[in-house]
C-alpha cells in the first residue's frame, strides 16, 4: 500500500510517493481542462494539415517501389488516430505536473514534434522527396526521444504514452528509408 501523499501550505507534496514523483506544486499547475482543450485542438489541426497534404491516389506515390510488409492504406488513419489522442494526454499530463520552468522546455519540444509531424507528410507527398522526408524523421524520432526523457521523472504515465508513438514512427522512419532507397 503506497502512503499518502499530502500537500503542505504552499502546495509542495509531502511523504515517500512525492519523492518518487516530483511534480510542480499545487499552485503552479495550469487548468487541466484548458491545458486539455489546447492540446485537442493542436493535435486535431496536425492531423487536418497533414491530412490535406496526404495524397495516395497520386501517379506518383502510385508509381513508387514500396514494400511488401507496409501497411493497408486505412490502417495508416487508425492508427494516427490513436497515436494523436495518446500525444495530446500526454502533453496534458505534462503540462500539468512538470516544474513551470521545464515545462516551457517540453511545452516547446512538443510544439515542434507537431511541426515535424505534420512536415514529413508534406515533404514525403508534396514535395514528392522521401530521402528529405527520411532525413526529417530523424529528427521527429530524436525530439518523441527527447520528450519521454524529460517527462519521465514527473509523469511516468505520460512519457509511457509517448512510447506506441515513438515506435510508430521507428517503423516509419524504416519504411521511408525502404521506399527511398527502392526509388
Known sequence: MTPPVE???SGH???????A????PRSDRPRVAAIAAGWAVAVTAVALVGGLATDTESDW???LDRPS???PGPAFGIVWT??????AISATLAC???PQRRRRVVVGLFAANLVLNVAWTWIFFQAENPRAAGVEILFLLGTIAGLIRLILPYNRAAALLLAPYGAWVAFATVLTWT???RN
Open 7 to 9: 500537500e503542505d501550505a
Open 21 to 24: 514523483t516530483p511534480r510542480a
Open 82 to 87: 490513436i497515436l494523436y489522442a495518446t500525444i
Open 96 to 98: 500539468r505536473d512538470l
Open 13 to 19: 507534496q509531502q511523504g515517500m510517493e512525492a519523492a
Open 179 to 181: 521506399i527511398a532507397a
Open 61 to 63: 506515390y502510385r508509381n
Open 69 to 71: 510488409w507496409q501497411p
